[in-house]
């Protein structure tokens, strides 16, 4: 059994949200980048752990970033995985990132297609559902928990108030997130080891992008706070009821 | 040319969120000099998507196939793919939820539309069509603009208030070709909470930290969401001690969410639990330290130590809510 993970390159959590002057551009001097949270710690360590208890075969890794996506999936290589391939072209649009790995994969018979639940930046949700559609998979989202056996995966999934378990036949697109795997931190042996794991780089695919970021806007500034009196809950009850009409 | 709008039901009746959704389609369609129509996947009841059009559907096309009332993204993406030609649909709208989030960006790459997912506004069609939608869990927003004929947009539910309105929705069968492998999928186990308000759409909120102490001081947070009829939810390290379920667990990588009221105790507010609460409208946080981050993202603030405020504040809601 094949895997490939979908690893997205995104500013770290801490990062203070900034714009150019015109809001056009997001300002990414000072930016630390990371490997995309649910990517790393649930989509890679479960196919990780999958490689290791022998059902799969090989783990392959996947971004579409430009050079400076380098770093990130260097160190994914470290954390395992056998080789990287990354498509050399970056796009907001997650209909152009989808058709890119879907065009890459198409031909290379992956079994299981794992990515994040959604990415920290661009908060989609919807890179994973996209291949599906593309690659003609099923696909099923938000996966707290995977097992395959038999070419058939059992998955756990969130649903609004609870969860779903399935089961379904290989390929299968799906998407992870908390309870799949443990966070893992890189050793030494496996950043010595990515130094010399292949990372190849693909020349996009001729994709239109269907949308653009035509300009970004930050929260609209709270006023400052109103204390209350901590012996008189019965003013914020009625500043809740009154005031902000909110109970 | 209308626009269309995915209608979930749970066995066969809506909530508050679908309303919202039709409600936002209708607008666009307004704006567009055409109609809403509905799509209701599954068995429902037939006067209740009749009321759909008390919130602005003029049609529903209700594909009554039973194997549709759980949800396979390939079917559902093959039925509203199908409703679109139909309609001529220029515009798809769903919800960003669990289901909304399988399946609308499967619709768009079929369809080759364009997707915006986690909107907050009206699209602005001034100029295009361009919609506001959430980045950065919740510490932006961008303005996306779709260049494609066809558009997708899931809505972020908790947007807009919902207002009734008059008027029934004429309901038509649509016919599907499904293929068996479109339902193989296979469901093991579901198991959902009932009778509670799922944390994404709940209006109310109230929310515990590590200020806390342990598991075992949740009684006083559990009465006071019970006594506002709200829901619970945590920060990260609440649901990583196994202190609180998983699903409550809001954030930057946890669920982002937008209530009318969200209530803080014991939460410092650091920047990757407030991405995902500052869409609230209303922010009310209990902390004992005066320097808690969170408190220059209240509207109000109670310093204080939550074992004495929590019993106070239950008290007063209780007061009100008799008087
Ligand atoms: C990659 C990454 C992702 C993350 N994602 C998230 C996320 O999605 N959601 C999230 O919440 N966090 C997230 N975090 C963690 C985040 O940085 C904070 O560590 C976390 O939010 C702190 O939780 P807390 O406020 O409950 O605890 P603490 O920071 O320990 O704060 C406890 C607060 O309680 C107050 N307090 C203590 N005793 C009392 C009392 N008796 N009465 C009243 N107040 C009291 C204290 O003054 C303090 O302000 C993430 C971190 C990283 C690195
Ligand atoms: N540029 C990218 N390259 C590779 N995979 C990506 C990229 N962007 C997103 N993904 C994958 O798709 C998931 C959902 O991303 P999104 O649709 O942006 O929320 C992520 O968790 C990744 O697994």
Redesign the pocket.
């Known amino acids: 059994m094949k895997i490939l993970v979908c690893i997205s390159q995104v500013p770290d959590?801490?990062t203070k949200i900034a714009f150019s002057d015109d809001n056009k551009q997001f300002k990414t001097d000072g930016v630390t980048w990371i490997l995309n949270?649910y990517d790393e710690w649930y989509a890679l360590v479960r196919a990780l752990e999958l490689k290791e208890a022998g059902t799969a075969s090989a783990v392959h890794l996947v971004t579409v970033g430009e050079q400076s996506a380098e770093p990130v999936i260097r160190k994914a290589l470290a954390l395992g995985g056998d080789e990287a391939i990354r498509i050399n072209t970056a796009s907001s649009d997650p209909y152009v990132v989808a058709a890119q790995i879907a065009a890459y994969a198409k031909s290379e018979g992956y079994d299981l297609v794992l990515c994040g639940k959604e990415s920290i930046d661009y908060n989609n949700a919807a890179v994973g559902p996209m291949l599906a559609e593309m690659l003609d998979m099923h696909y099923i989202g938000f996966a707290s928990k995977l097992d395959v056996a038999d070419g058939k995966a059992t998955v756990d999934r969130e649903v609004e108030g609870g969860h779903v378990t399935n089961s379904a036949s290989l390929p299968l697109v799906i998407s992870c997130q908390k309870g799949m795997a443990e966070q893992r931190i890189p050793n030494m042996r496996g950043i010595m080891a990515a130094r010399t794991k292949p990372l190849k780089v693909v020349e996009p695919a001729d994709v239109q992008s269907l949308t653009e970021i035509s300009s970004y806007e930050l929260p609209p500034a709270k006023g400052s706070v109103k204390l209350i009196d901590p012996e008189n809950m019965d003013e914020l009850v009625s500043l809740l009821h009154n005031e902000a009409k909110v109970i | 040319m209308s626009v269309i709008v995915l209608a979930e039901h749970e066995n066969g009746s809506f909530k508050k969120k679908t309303f919202e959704a039709v409600q936002y389609a209708k607008g666009i369609a307004d704006a567009m000099g055409t109609t809403a129509t509905a799509v209701v996947l599954g068995t429902a009841d037939n006067a209740a998507m009749q009321e759909l059009g008390a919130y602005g559907a003029s049609k529903v096309l209700n594909v009554a196939d039973a194997r549709l009332n759980t949800l396979s993204a390939s079917a559902y993406t093959k039925a509203i793919a199908t409703a679109a030609e139909k309609e001529g649909a220029k515009v798809i709208i769903a919800l960003n939820d669990v289901t909304g989030k399988a399946v609308a960006p499967r619709v768009a790459a079929r369809l080759k539309a364009g997707l915006v997912a986690g909107a907050v506004a009206q699209p602005d069609m001034s100029n295009g069509f361009t919609v506001k939608k959430i980045v950065f869990s919740g510490k932006a927003f961008a303005n996306v603009t779709i260049n494609s004929d066809i558009k997708v947009v899931t809505l972020m539910p908790n947007t807009f208030a919902v207002a009734k309105g008059e008027g029934n929705a004429a309901v038509e069968a649509l016919d599907v070709a499904f293929d068996d492998k479109d339902f193989s999928i296979e469901v093991k186990e579901v198991e959902v909470m009932t009778g509670e308000v799922p944390l994404a759409e709940a209006e109310l909120v109230v929310s515990g930290?590590?200020?806390m102490?342990g598991p075992e001081n949740w009684g006083p947070l559990e009465e006071l969401a019970k006594e506002l009829g709200a829901t619970l939810a945590c920060?990260?390290?609440?649901a990583d001690s196994h202190w609180r379920p998983h699903h409550e667990?809001?954030?930057?990588?946890?669920g982002t969410i937008r209530p009318n009221l969200y209530i803080a105790?014991?939460?410092?507010?650091?920047?990757?639990?407030l991405?995902?609460v500052n869409g609230s409208k209303v922010i009310v946080v209990?902390?004992?330290?005066p320097e808690?981050p969170?408190f220059k993202a209240a509207d109000y603030g109670v310093v204080?130590?939550?074992?004495e405020v929590l019993p106070r504040l239950i008290e007063a809601v209780k007061k009100f809510k008799a008087s």
């Open positions: 959590t801490t949270p | 930290g590590r200020g102490k920060s990260r390290p609440v667990h809001v954030g930057q990588t946890g105790v014991g939460i410092s507010g650091a920047i990757q639990h991405a995902g209990i902390n004992k330290d808690a969170f204080g130590d939550q074992a």
